[in-house]
């Protein structure tokens, strides 16, 4: 069985090895400088059922093992990191429905997920309410068969472009993170307004949104658990989504690492490749090393996670923090590697060094995750 799922992991991971190269490589300059959404690649990634692996066979997927999802972002980032967002998202808006939905929820919209006929997105953020999730001001009031949400939500992940948005609001605010309800709600809903937002230093091929709520009418069908369960299913969201911007990041350093071994091989000082030269040997090095460190991390939060470990939480926290420092520093590194020619848009190096920076910054900033990581460690 083990040995079964290993070969068909090897399976997906080389196949979509192939896509990204041959299919997703040659788009990630022109979707970074248009800063357009790459609907192209959504449609790639239908036709070739890549949505589908986030997602358990039993609800349209392919495989559901975060390990494998995690596999598959990381080849799709080494060449385009906005396009491996588009799954990593995917996936980020169906686990809500995965862990709080009803078993017909999950029948009626997972398998639209899986295939990529709907888009999904997770709407936890606002203005004032980042780091602080719990402080949410998004109010939800129940009327008859209905809820009805006031509030705005802010840097949604395919909040433009989403057919699902699972929206988080709170039900009753004196009780706190105990009082956050998740809704999954319709993207063209009437009292819903999308302002996409622009200008983003790096993923800029992936949509980005502020949401609006003003008396927005969502059937009480849609509410996904209880009253007052939103926040430990957005908790137990991130902790299975984490790892997947971990693998991102790992596959942006990747990325980087690659190109500037074939640079140093082929560009000359001096008389000779500079890959010749010990310091560059030393800074190369270092950065193997450091990206495979952190894909263990990665592999290891994704088997906590397929296993349903305790651990998975402090796991997920310590690999998305290990492995976006790492591509921080990876593609800083591969820049300095290129010198100037790594300084300039001709080049993809500079590119991957904005795309990394984000994952230092969402699903949970890493100062985020420390306190995660301080919490568990401490418990
Ligand atoms: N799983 C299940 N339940 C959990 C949990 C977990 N991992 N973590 C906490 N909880 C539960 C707690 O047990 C507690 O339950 P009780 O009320 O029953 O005791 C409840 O949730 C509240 O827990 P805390 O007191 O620890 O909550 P807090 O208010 O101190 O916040 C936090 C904790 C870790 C700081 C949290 O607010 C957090 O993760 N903040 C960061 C938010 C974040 O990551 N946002 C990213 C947005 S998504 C995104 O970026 C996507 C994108 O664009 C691609």
Redesign the pocket.
Known sequence: MAVELEVEREAIRSSVRELARDRIAPRAADIDRSGEYPWDIVQLFRDQDTYAVAFPPQYGGLSGSALTLSQVVEEVASVCATSA?LL??QA?GGYPILLGGSEEQKRTHLPELASGRKIAA?A??EADA?????AMRTRARRDGEDYILDGSKM???NGSVADWIVVFASTDPGA???GITAFLVDGDSAGLERRPIHGKLGIRGSD?AELIFSSCRVPAERRLGQEGDG??IA??V??R?RPQ?GAQALGIGAGALRYALGYAKQRQQFGRPIAEFQGLQFMLADMGAQLEAARCLVHEACRAIDSGDQRA?ELAAMAKLIASDTAMKVTTDAVQVLGGYGYVNEFPVERMMRDAKITQI????NQ?QR??IA?RLLA
């Open positions: 967002l990593a998202v980020l997770y936890l953020s980042g780091s602080d999730a719990g840097w949604i992940t706190g993170t105990r980005t926040f430990k908790m137990g991130l902790d989504s911007i939480t969402y699903e949970g900033t985020i306190l995660v919490k």
